[in-house]
């Protein structure tokens, strides 16, 4: 499953406990040259609660490199 689909799915807000999130992937944008070539390295995923809008950011690219992400889903969200 994709990232972004797991963590929609598996979102527990910190603030309502209710599950369910928005995500989507955004652009921390740099300046200059690693504004060009660097993009990859400065996206991040942001889950918004669907109850009370409560936003979490996340950096796919350590979530990405993870081995066992249902691992890391449980320790985030509880199991
Ligand atoms: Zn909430």
Redesign the pocket.
Known sequence: MKLDDLIAKRFL?G??Q?GGALVKRFAATGTGLSRMFDIEHNVFIAAS?E????TEVYNPEVLEGKDDLGAVMDLLFGG
């Open positions: 807000c603030k309502c209710s609660c109850n009370c809008g409560y």
